[in-house]
């Protein structure tokens, strides 16, 4: 469902996979997240990872969140779901919460999957949260995107 693909190369010194992964979660729009979440929860299963989860309240929050779980876990995935129709300033969480998340990822020489959803409405998300019938399932993705990096470098 992801269609990421066959990598086609890796630098090989993690072909086993990842070991461990840490969820950093947000709480605003409760039932988005909770499809958020089963999704990287299902991604984390099947590459057997044992699972670490944090819950922040915004996704403001998950940057420090996703720093703390990369000094303890080999990969990590943060989900949040900022939506334009409802959140003022909505620029400033999602672009500030993106940055330093893949500041994270740098600092820490960590996989950060990003499973933040950014849209316009409410309906965009649940298409996106991975719920029957929706056409992404972005939790899973985000996690399965982080492992295949860990597994690629
Ligand atoms: C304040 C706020 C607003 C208006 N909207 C959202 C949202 O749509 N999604 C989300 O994850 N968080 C939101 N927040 C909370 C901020 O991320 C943050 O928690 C607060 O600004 C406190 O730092």
Redesign the pocket.
């Known amino acids: 469902m992801a269609g990421y693909g066959t990598p086609s190369a890796a630098l090989g010194t993690h072909d086993a996979g990842p070991a461990t992964i840490g969820i950093a979660a947000?709480?605003?729009?409760t039932e988005i997240m909770d499809a958020l979440l089963d999704g990287a929860r299902r991604a984390a299963a099947d590459a057997g990872c044992t699972v670490t989860e944090v819950r922040?309240?915004?996704?403001?929050?998950l940057p420090v969140a996703a720093q703390a779980l990369a000094r303890t876990c080999d990969v990590v995935v943060a989900l949040?779901?900022?939506?334009r129709g409802?959140?003022?300033?909505f620029e400033y969480?999602s672009g500030a919460?993106t940055e330093a998340l893949a500041r994270v990822a740098l600092d820490e020489s960590t996989p950060v999957g990003n499973g933040v959803l950014t849209v316009n409405t409410r309906e965009q998300a649940v298409d996106r949260s991975g719920v029957e019938g929706a056409s992404e399932d972005a939790g899973y993705a985000a996690a399965e995107a982080a492992i295949r990096t860990f597994r690629a470098l």
């Open positions: 947000a709480s605003w729009h922040v309240p915004g996704s403001f929050e949040g779901v900022v939506i409802e959140t003022p300033h969480i919460t």
